[in-house]
């Protein structure tokens, strides 16, 4: 019962976990990089919300990066890594 409650931070880290599955499931035949950077977006989105989600981050990449080609999975690295900057200055600061 008290998972009701909106602003518990899991509910809304398993809503853009769930919104990142229904993205690959849906994309799966036919990704390409601009479909993979919305679901590795979602992803990481959640993960910042509720930092359990970050391993699926593995996941998602490991089976984006076999679909894609080279030059497409440095774009996805650096766009990664530009969203993971608020995670690392936060653990820099701490």
Do not use: M
Not at 3 to 30: R, V
Not at 33 to 47: D, E, P, Q
Not at 65 to 82: D, E, V
Not at 83 to 92: D, E, K, Q, S, T
């Amino acid at each position: 019962r008290t998972l009701a409650i909106w602003p518990y931070s899991l509910i809304w880290g398993l809503f853009f976990f769930i919104l990142s599955i229904y993205n690959y499931l849906k994309f799966k035949g036919d990704l390409n990089f601009y479909k993979s950077v919305i679901i590795l977006t979602n992803v990481i989105i959640a993960a910042y919300i509720y930092p359990a989600f970050s391993v699926f981050f593995i996941y998602f990449f490991y089976e984006i990066i076999k679909k894609l080609r080279k030059s497409q999975i440095i774009g996805l690295l650096f766009i990664s890594t530009i969203l993971a900057v608020p995670c690392i200055i936060y653990i820099i600061t701490k």
